[in-house]
Structures are given as C-alpha cells and as structure tokens.
C-alpha cells in the first residue's frame, strides 16, 4: 500500500485550479461568490479555440451572443432570455460588455475578437447594484493581459479552410525597470467568405454576371498600453485600441419557399442555392470603426483602504445595407449609417477590513448616438426609374449619474450578509426626423448630425411629406432608478456554499427613432425603463479532493415594462409605422449546472448546461392582452455543452492538449409576434475538436482545430418584413492551424 505522503503528492498532482474573477469588483475566488460566473482563463480560450465572444456561447448556460442579423460585428447578446434584438441607435443592451472596466455603451463593434486577453467573465442574472443600467440580462467582461514586467514577445500565424489568413503580433517592453512598461497589440484578420452574392443582373436573361463574398471577414485590431508605478501605492495605466472592420455586407437567405421572379419578366433570379448564398445584387461596401481610450490610477491608501479611477472616451461609426428581399431590385433596400461617441468617469472605493469588504462609487457617462437610413422601395407608381423613399434620421443624447455601494459582512465564520444599492438618474433628449421623397437615385444616403437632417443627393429629389419632425426640446426626459440586491451565502464546509440572492436591475428608457407622429402623436413621450427582478438560489462545491467542482443555479425573474418594438404595415405612402412601448410582462424560471471532473492528472471533463421556461404572461396590443400568441425570443428551453480534455506529457518534445465538446441547443424564436421560417425551428448540435502542441521550454506553440465538425446548419437570426423572409447562418465546418512563438 501507497504511503500517505504519496498518495498526498498524487492527489495534489489532479487538483483543479484556483479561478479568481472580479465580478464584485474584487477579486475574489470564484466559488466563494454569491453570483452565477463563467469565467474563461486565457488557457482555457486557447485550448476550446474561442477566437471571438460570440464562441463563448456553447459553454455558458442560458447564454446567446451572436452577431446581429446582416452584419458581422455588432452584437446581439441575450442571457437568460433578456437583451435586446434591435441595434438602432439610442436603442440600450440588456446584455453590458466591459472591456477593463470600460462599458461599451453601443453593440456596434461588440463582437470581439479574442487575443492577449487574461480572462473573460459572463455574469447572468441582473448586474445592476455594481455595474448599472443595461445589465438585465448580465454583464460580459473582457480584461486585457496586464504586464508582467518582463520584455516579452509573440508572434501567432493561423491559416485556414476559405482562405483564412491571421497575424498577431503583442509584445511588452520595460522603459524604467520596475516603474514604466509600454505593451501593444495588433492583429490582422482575413477570410474569404462563406457564399457568394450574386451581381450584375441581366434582365432579359435572367441570370447574373458577377458576384461578391458573402461572410467573408477582413478586420484589423489594435491596442497599445503604458503603464507606470512611480510608488508601491499608486499605478497608472493609459490604454487605446482602435477596430477597422472592413467585412462586405452580409446579404441573407431567402429562407421560404417562396421563388422570387422579376415583375416585369417573371424570369426567377437565380442565386446557387446554398444556404450562405444570396442575390442581394449590391456591391455596397459595409464599414465598421470604433476607437477609443482610457486612463486608469488606482492609489493604495493603505492595507486596508485603495481608491480607483477610470476615464474613457470611445466613438465609432458604421455604414451599412440591407436588402430586405435579397433580389437585385430596389425594392426593398436600406443603406444607413451609425455614429456614436460617449465618455464616463468612474471613482470607486474598496475598502476590506475584518469581517467587512466595501466596494462603492460614482459613475458618470454622457453619450450620443446618432444615425440614419433610407427605405429605397421600387413599388408602383414609381417603377420607371423612379423610387419612392422613406427617410429617417436623428440623434439620442443621454447624460447618466449614479451612486453605488455593495457590502458583504461576516455574520459568522461561515455566514455572510452581501447587500448593495444603485441610484441613477437617466436623461435622454433626442431628435427624430422622418420624411419621404421620390428620387432617381438607388442609394440615396440620408445623413444626420446632431439636430442636421439632410436627405437626398439629387437635384430632382422631391419632397412627398413629414410624418416626424421632433426635436431635443420636445423629446426631453429624465428617469430615476434604484437598483437593490441582497445575497446571503452559508459555508457548510470547507467545500460547499449554499446562497440566496436577490437582484434587481433596468434597462434605460428612451424614444422611439422610427416613431410615425402622423400616426402616434405620443412619439416624443418616449417609453420607461424595463425592469427585471431575480431571485436565485445557488450551490457552489468542490468535491472529491477538490477534483469535482460542481456549481448549481436556480433563478426566477419578473421582466416587466418590457421594451416590445410593434411594427405593421400600412398603406402608400406610409408603408410601415413602428411603435416601442412598455406593454409586455413576463416570468423566466430556470437552472443553470456547471461542473467539471478532474478525472485523473491527464484527463478532464466539464459540462454546461441550462434550461429556462420564458414565458409573457401579458401583452397589451391595441388594448387586447395578445400574450397566449406571442412567445419570448431568443430564449431556447435547453442549452448545454460537454466537452473532454485530455493533457499528454510528451517528455522531451513537450507536451499535448487534446479538446472536443458537443453544444447543444433547443429552437428559438426571433419575433415575440410571429413565426417565421427564418426561425431556428429545431434543435442542433455543434461538433468542435482542438489539438494543440506546447514545446518543452513553452517557446512554442501549435494546433489544429475543427468547428463544426458535421457541417451543422443552424440560423443565426432573420427577417420577416413582408417582402420575403430573410434568413443569416451560423458559420459552416471550418479547419485552422495556427502556430506561435513566444521571446
């Protein structure tokens, strides 16, 4: 029989690591936090070959982050069944995304792509005490490596199925030792794309004589940093990164079965038939920027006592098309463009003595989004050469106060009482313009700055009417809000916590940038914030030697004052009106498991999985309670993922890490009011596999890795708007190898 001392020395061999996360603003030990958290190290992200955030979304329950319907970098994120579909400007997330801290007011850029990153943590449940309005659903927060100190380099190549070309390159270096430390980061991103779209249209023909890439990526990312500790106590860091995103447009699929032709011909238009193919015949390019930079100082008072501050200015813009009815007809298209800036100011106090810890603060933002689009509609009587346009523009300001504190108190030595506070003033003016003209230009580009709306480009354009024209002084409203959560936690023992929390948090009100006043005269009242109110009660274990971890969630939430966008049809001129108001409630009860096995010193297994029952228990639609034919949206019943790890010790030539997991996800709607066949309609399964290779002296890194093994079709999101039912795919089997050196 084995000795003690041996059979200790091989116990500690298969532990599971310490995973520390910062979700209360402190870090803390993940199993000691009253909160549900997956968190991804940096090992972890490498080894499930998670390259943008959207990936995280097969390991987390009750999780979907996908790129918004046409396009490939703004963001549509729902947790729990909470978030928000629409992009518009002046429209808020559900979902909050914090890169270092910094809040991401707008989901355009959002879709990150992940590199030099220390950990990423995915919060569910409201977040609204600790990091404010717009994290109903949760918060996902994205920390950049930190610098060691050390000058240090590394250089990744990656080269793939449809072209896929990466570069990466980061890299550290000490000015003053000890003191000063400057770092960088820049990737370069390429890939073909996944379809094509069909272009140059011949009508008597019928048949198309060039095409485009349809999916296919060419991004470049950017970051630098300098930091400084000119004493123990105090460090100061100043960081910038800039996104270009130069990707074509997404075009989508017709996803019924409806065979489109000409009208005047009746030829059909032909695109090849694959689901990542599309007759859009545009060749309008997309483009996404978004920069920005911040400044953070943090001064240790003493042991006890630290004061942070965070400064940070960002702006983006975007130009974008979609085509509604995927033909090359000016039927039914839509160029727009987007602008944002914001800036925020954040001074937090920590404070950790005996049995109390404090975290409490400021935070101040002030922002405007601003953008504009045309309905291009080539529609009787305006066929000859003529388009009938519908244009609608403005711009949303929003200047936000609030004052926070969480404290947790030790009752005991194994109870702790968690209870924090949120106030914050919301204010929000905006302007909203929306006229229609006849023009004989294809692409007419309305544009908006501030209170400047200007549409057309030609001499000839003809004013048809104003159905909007409000300004900032008419649509001009403040909100107050308090946002609670108390949590109590037991530790039964060195390896269990029991918890019950509660948890309240809302999403800003706001005005509704499509508003016909024409038809709503209440357009300039706006809409209230949404509310959604959490209770959960969770266990957080490590068991057999701490080999097993084992964390279990169950959650119920009231979602009132939704936030539902009701858009009809109309007659000529007005074609289609939109109202947003707060006419919906619903309940989400739900479970959340996370475990994973150590199972012996080389192999692993974790599993992820999530179920929820969303329901709208109301829904006033024209003064009728509609909820028994609505359903909630993105929220499939069932999520999870299983996945096995496998860790080779290869001696000399180093070693090797062996990855796959299954995802699996249950059908989900993408319209509270109707079905459509650009819906998920039934559940999936997605196959992934990563090898990767690590030289002995860690200088050296290699692997392999297959997404989508089965070549799974599934949609990722659509439209239903009358003109055809339009559907975007989630990526196809994909193969990329990739090598890096560290120096």
Not at 233 to 247: N, Y
Request: hydrophobic share 35%; proline share 3%.
């Amino acid at each position: 029989m084995a000795s003690p001392v041996l059979l200790a020395q091989e116990r500690s061999k298969i532990l599971l690591e310490e995973v520390l996360v910062t979700a209360q603003k402190r870090e803390q030990n993940l199993q000691q936090v009253p909160v549900s958290i997956t968190s991804f190290g940096a090992k972890e992200l490498e080894r499930k070959s998670i390259t943008s955030i959207i990936d995280l979304e097969k390991s987390s329950p009750n999780t979907q982050l996908r790129a918004s319907r046409a396009t490939s970098s703004t963001l549509t994120a729902y947790i729990r069944g909470v978030g928000q579909q629409d992009p518009l400007w002046g429209f808020e997330p559900g979902v909050g995304v914090y890169v270092d801290d910094v809040y991401y007011a707008r989901p355009q850029a959002a879709v990150l792509d992940v590199f030099d990153v220390e950990r990423i943590e995915v919060l569910r449940g409201p977040q609204g005490t600790l990091y404010g309005k717009n994290t109903v659903g949760g918060a996902i927060k994205y920390i950049t490596k930190k610098m060691s100190g050390e000058p240090s380099a590394k250089i990744t190549a990656a080269a793939g199925t449809y072209g896929q070309q990466e570069l990466t390159l980061s890299g550290q270096m000490p000015i003053i030792d000890n003191k000063l430390y400057v770092g960088a980061a820049v990737a370069k991103l390429e890939r073909d794309g996944y379809g094509d779209v069909d272009t140059g249209y011949d009508i008597t023909t019928g048949l198309f004589s060039s095409s485009e890439e349809n999916y296919n990526k060419d991004v470049t990312v950017a970051r630098v940093s300098v930091e400084y500790t000119p004493t123990e106590k105090l460090f100061l860091r100043l960081a910038g990164d800039k996104t270009d995103d130069d990707s074509n447009q997404i075009c989508g699929s017709q996803s019924s079965q409806t065979t489109l032709t000409h009208p005047a011909t009746g030829l059909p238009f032909l695109a090849s038939g694959d689901r990542y193919d599309s007759a859009c015949g545009t060749t309008h390019k997309s483009n996404v920027e978004n920069q920005g930079f911040s400044f953070t100082a943090q001064y240790d008072i003493n042991d006890a006592l630290s004061v942070k501050y965070i400064y940070a200015d960002r702006e983006g813009e975007t130009q974008q098309f979609i085509d509604f009815e995927a033909t090359p007809l000016d039927s039914f298209d839509v160029p727009a463009s987007y602008s944002d800036d914001q800036k925020s100011h954040e001074l937090q106090i920590n404070y950790n003595v005996d049995r109390l810890a404090l975290v409490g603060g400021a935070y101040y933002f002030k922002g405007n989004s601003a953008g504009a689009f045309d309905v291009v509609l080539n529609a009787p009587p305006y066929m000859d050469g003529d388009h009938f346009d519908l244009a609608i523009g403005g711009d949303v300001d929003t200047e936000s106060l609030s004052f926070y504190f969480n404290a947790s108190y030790n009752l005991s030595d194994t109870v702790t009482l968690t209870a924090g506070l949120r106030s914050t003033e919301d204010d929000k003016n905006s302007n909203i313009q929306r006229i229609s003209y006849i023009t004989t230009n294809s692409f007419p580009y309305t544009t908006t700055q501030g209170s400047s709306f200007t549409f057309g480009n030609s001499a000839d354009d003809t004013l048809f009417g104003v159905s909007t024209d409000i300004s900032d002084k008419e649509a001009d409203k403040s909100w107050n809000e308090i946002s609670p959560s108390a949590k109590v936690d037991w530790q039964v023992s060195d390896d269990v916590m029991l918890y019950i929390s509660y948890a309240e948090g809302f999403k800003s009100g706001g005005f509704d940038m499509r508003g016909n006043a024409a038809l709503n005269p209440n357009v300039a009242d706006g809409y209230d914030p949404e509310i959604v109110e959490t209770w959960e009660l969770g266990l957080k274990s490590q068991l057999l030697d701490d080999r097993l971890r084992l964390n279990l969630a169950l959650f119920q939430m009231d979602y009132t004052d939704m936030q539902l966008t009701v858009q009809t049809a109309q007659p000529a001129p007005v074609f289609f009106s939109s109202d947003v108001v707060n006419a919906g409630t619903a309940e989400i009860n739900g479970a959340e498991l996370e475990a994973i096995l150590q199972v012996t010193q080389a192999l692993s297994t974790s599993l992820a999985l999530g179920y929820m029952d969303a329901d709208l228990v109301e829904v006033i639609s024209a003064g009728v309670d509609v909820s028994d034919s609505w359903e909630m949206v993105n929220a499939p019943d069932w999520t999870g993922q299983l996945g096995l790890n496998y860790e080779m010790d290869l001696g000399n030539a180093g070693s090797l890490t062996l990855t796959t997991a299954l995802s699996y996800r249950e059908a989900s709607r993408n319209f509270n009011n109707v079905t459509c066949s650009c819906d998920q309609e039934k559940s999936y399964t997605l196959w992934d596999a990563t090898a990767t290779w690590y030289s002995e002296d860690e200088h050296w890194t290699a692997s392999l890795n297959v997404k989508n093994i089965e070549d799974t079709s599934y949609k990722t999101g659509g439209y239903n708007l009358g003109s055809g039912e339009l559907a975007f795919y989630g990526p196809p089997r994909t193969v990329t190898a990739s090598v890096s050196y560290q120096f």
